[in-house]
């Protein structure tokens, strides 16, 4: 039991059809299939080695042939309300939230922006929803030459702050969101604060990879367990700021997809057991919210090129879940995630068979299996698939 390890992926907004409940969150969202739209948008879409772990069984892909499968595969449905990164990631170890997190269609209030205006002692710019490249290019130079701070929403329950990495210290802008993260709390305790510093001069402004989430915290999870029971858990991209550093005892930075999955790689080299946790946010970031089908495609195409160097390197003990948190369909109105069924995927070297796990009831199925993997506590939520997979 003390040697097990698991390799968690989590492809970020890699949705794979409307949810049944989609249409309670408006047209585009019950219009949604983010794999099958993404996949019609590149001729000859190649992602074989997803394939052979049973993602074609789930949505039939343009281009893709049919591969012999090997591997256990299923989808997910939420339970939780909402579709952000914070609904999904915690809902996987095992906490649903069954209530809205709060969201501002028409800005942040004045209760909300008074004490953090006067923490940082100007006044801020924007306080809308807005695309986060967009809303750079508008305020950027305004920002430059006055210091203020833009801070902007979107759909989803954040409060963002954009600022000039040479006009705001990335270390003052952290500081920034940690009093913002202090004030936002009762019926303002928005999901995460996200600090998005960029760079560049007008025209040619474009967001680094130090971008930093803060997060709520809602308890103990399926995290807690395993690192309680002596076990490493490492989390790599944007994990540890979902989890607001807790069940983690190791947090890697990633800079895109590319350095996440060398890292994930140089990782499994190192760690002999425990979790490697790990989310991709690009498909999100860069193609997802802008409207680039044909990027988050190739996207998904480069990921694939890796998950094969993955399975070579996985120990026969080794046990790989793929998954997703949400959608982010790039080719419906708007710019928002969508509510999706999101892809469920097992894999060791011991499975030779095609494993059906069927439609999820909750993204908590992914929880409760890792925990029964580690022989650690379940989760209150979720049923482990742990069984049909040995």
């Known amino acids: 039991m003390q040697r097990r390890r698991c390799i968690w992926i989590v492809l970020d907004s890699v949705g794979i059809g409307a949810a049944p409940d989609a249409g309670m969150y408006g047209e585009a969202d019950a219009a949604s299939n983010t794999l099958l739209h993404v996949a019609q948008a590149v001729p000859e879409f190649q992602v074989a080695n997803l394939a052979r772990l049973g993602l074609t069984r789930l949505q039939p892909l343009p281009g893709v042939a049919d591969k012999p499968v090997r591997g256990a595969f299923g989808r997910m449905r939420e339970q939780s309300v909402g579709k952000d990164t914070t609904n999904g990631h915690w809902e996987f170890v095992g906490v649903i939230l069954r209530d809205p997190l709060p969201v501002y269609p028409n800005g942040f209030p004045q209760e909300v922006l008074d004490p953090f205006e006067a923490y940082v002692g100007k006044r801020v710019l924007c306080n809308r929803p807005a695309s986060g490249t967009v809303v750079i290019e508008e305020f950027g130079p305004e920002h430059v030459a006055t210091g203020r701070p833009i801070v902007y929403t979107s759909a989803d329950s954040v409060f963002q702050i954009a600022a000039h990495e040479e006009v705001v210290p990335v270390n003052t802008l952290y500081d920034w969101c940690r009093f913002a993260r202090r004030i936002l709390t009762g019926r303002h305790a928005v999901g995460r604060v996200i600090a998005r510093p960029f760079v560049g001069t007008p025209g040619n402004y474009r967001r680094t990879h130090r971008r930093k989430d803060f997060s ?26 979902i989890y607001g550093g807790s069940g983690i005892t190791t947090a890697i930075h990633t800079a895109n997809n590319e350095d996440g999955m060398d890292k994930l790689l140089a990782q499994m080299e190192k760690q002999e057991i425990g979790l490697i946790y790990i ?51 790039p080719t419906t109105a708007g710019t928002d995630h969508t509510r999706e069924w999101v892809p469920l995927l097992f894999y060791h070297r011991g499975i030779q068979e095609p494993i059906p796990l069927g439609d999820r009831s909750t993204f908590a199925d992914v929880g409760a299996t890792i925990a029964e993997f580690f022989g650690v506590r379940r989760p209150p939520v979720g049923t482990s698939v742990l069984s049909m997979l040995l």
């Open 216 to 241: 709520l915290s809602f308890g103990k999870t399926v995290l807690n367990s395993i690192q309680e029971a002596g076990l490493p858990v490492t989390g790599l991209g944007k994990i540890a700021d």
């Open 279 to 329: 989310n991709l946010v690009d498909f999100d970031a860069l193609y997802g919210h802008r409207g680039d089908a044909k990027g988050f495609a190739r996207a998904l195409e480069s990921f694939d090129r890796w998950l094969g160097t993955v399975l070579d390197s996985l120990r026969e003990d080794d046990l790989l879940c793929i998954t997703a948190d949400h959608g982010c369909d």
